[in-house]
């Protein structure tokens, strides 16, 4: 398994509640599909990872600043920096 880094942008993390809990928010009102999940931990963005066509997760992290994201998935709490690239 991946080593996590200690990261400035994790003080940007937050208790979120996830804006839309029954899928990536862009896809569902697109009707697009997605492949995996993640909650942005600054505001409770739901989007979809880099394996899913739109990836909407990275997107809403380069358009907002937010760059913390956990993994939304079942049984899965890792969480990545989109700008450092890492696990943190």
């Known amino acids: 398994m991946a080593t996590t880094i200690p990261d400035p942008h994790l003080a ?3 208790p979120v509640i996830p804006r839309t809990p029954d899928g990536c928010e862009e896809c569902l ?3 697009a599909p997605w492949v995996h999940l993640r909650l942005c931990l600054t505001c409770g963005h739901v989007g ?3 394996s899913s066509l739109l990836k909407h997760a990275r997107r809403h992290a380069g358009s907002v600043g937010h760059p913390i994201v956990q993994s939304f998935e079942p049984g899965e709490d890792w969480r ?4 450092h690239e890492a696990l943190v």
């Open 12 to 14: 940007m993390v937050r």
């Open 29 to 31: 009102r697109e009707h």
């Open 80 to 83: 990545w920096c989109f700008v």
């Open 48 to 50: 979809c990872c880099d």
